[in-house]
């Protein structure tokens, strides 16, 4: 539990790297256990529910806290962390939405927990310093004073007050939570800052969209009354039970996978766990720390030429063809026929990205011999003779 609570105290220090350790790890339960006890904090600091007329309804009150902060974290565990997941897959289609949730949900929950656990503490100081030095209640009156929207014509100016005074606080902690997401985007899914803002704007934007659609369905429906039932809840906890704990068990054996692999880099003759660590990187986007992994692999093993075939590949992402040729040369040096001769391909698509069509269409003619029907070398093929000059060849 302290390591736990260590990288909720990282947020504020390092947040990247504690977003790093949450993504690698996925303590789903602390995480949501640290972001219910944030959140109740959070709520019963800055709620009236310390005032002395309250004393006696104090643990009426505490418990109404903690039931409200458990509603809102299945709101966040089962509408805002899958459309999170599925807006970040729309960016790079990596597989299909149910296949992506399943993978990354574990990882990604944690992470926006933790970043909805850091976000409610970080608000508690400017939501003290807002109710003591009155500037809350001016926000409240100034707001009273405004014409009464339709659907609060009805509600009495107590509740209304009470509303306001909730929204004023849920406000605070909306800033400091968009940030942590935007970390903890970047951090999940390796994407640049521009992309991470991009991703967490729009699935925050689209998952508050879906969760107050919800909130209208289940207020305009019986439902509504069902889904506040602590039972009803209950109920629906131990029905999503078992789909959780397999998400988590599928990332547990990632995690362990991937530690067993760490420590069999400690064997200096190993390339293999270096060449598989680099893969789990490459599949993460995470192209310096695969790059590291390959360069490591062909250190131990010169003739490993899957490394160098990577290599290649991480090569011309970067844009660097020069390396990237290089690299493919090592492979067809061991292996002419590597990959089902797309070896030939790659290094097809590596010239046309290089501009040098001629060379491009000598290597695609090797790989067509062997693949003739194979749609993407017949693309690349196109795309050489048009480059060459050769548009009726090309169509």
């Known amino acids: 539990m302290i390591k736990w609570a260590k990288l909720l105290l990282m947020m504020f220090y390092a947040p990247a790297r504690a977003m790093s350790e949450v993504r690698d790890r996925a303590p789903l339960a602390h995480a949501a256990l640290f972001a219910w006890l944030a959140q109740s904090i959070y709520e019963f600091v800055t709620g009236p529910y310390l005032g002395s007329a309250s004393v006696a309804k104090l643990p009426l009150a505490l418990f109404a ?14 509408i805002f962390v899958p459309v999170m997941i599925v807006v970040s897959n729309l960016f790079d289609r990596r597989a299909s939405a149910g296949l992506v949730v399943q993978q990354e949900y574990a990882a990604t929950a944690s992470a926006i927990f933790y970043a909805w656990a850091a976000a409610n503490l970080a608000a508690i100081p400017i939501a003290l310093f807002a109710k003591v030095t009155g500037l809350q209640a001016i926000l409240i009156e100034s707001s009273l004073q405004q014409p009464t929207q339709v659907w609060l014509q009805n509600v ?12 004023f606080s849920n406000l605070i902690v909306l800033p400091f939570f968009a940030l942590w997401t935007t970390v903890a985007v970047r951090e999940l899914f390796n994407r640049s800052w521009a992309r991470a803002v991009a991703i967490a704007a729009t699935g925050m934007g689209a998952g508050v969209i879906v969760m107050f659609l919800v909130a209208i369905l289940l207020a305009a429906t019986f439902l509504g009354g069902l889904i506040a039932s602590p039972f009803v809840l209950l109920l629906l906890f131990f029905l999503l039970r078992s789909y959780f704990g397999d998400v988590t068990s599928t990332h547990r054996a990632r995690a362990a996978f991937k530690q067993n692999l760490e420590a069999a880099t400690l064997n200096p003759a ?19 720390e695969a790059r590291k992994r390959f360069e490591r692999a062909i250190e131990i093993d010169p003739d490993e030429a899957d490394a160098h075939y990577n290599l290649g590949r991480i090569s011309r992402t970067q844009n660097s063809y020069p390396d990237a040729i290089n690299h493919y040369e090592q492979v067809v040096t061991r ?14 698509a590596t010239y046309i990205a290089a501009g040098q069509y001629e060379d491009a269409r000598e290597v695609l003619e090797r790989f067509l011999e062997h693949r003739s029907s194979d749609p993407e070398g017949l693309y690349l093929m196109g795309r050489a003779l048009a480059g060459l000059g050769h548009n009726l060849e090309a169509a």
């Open 156 to 167: 009495s100016e107590a509740d209304r007050r009470q509303l306001l005074a909730e929204g």
């Open 335 to 348: 292996d002419p026929t590597h990959a089902q001769h797309e070896i030939w391909r790659e290094i097809g």
């Open 270 to 288: 190993d390339a293999s766990a270096h060449y598989n660590l680099g893969l789990l990187h490459l599949k993460r986007n995470e192209l310096d």
């Open 65 to 78: 806290v903690l039931w409200n902060s458990a509603q809102s974290l299945l709101l966040i565990a089962i």
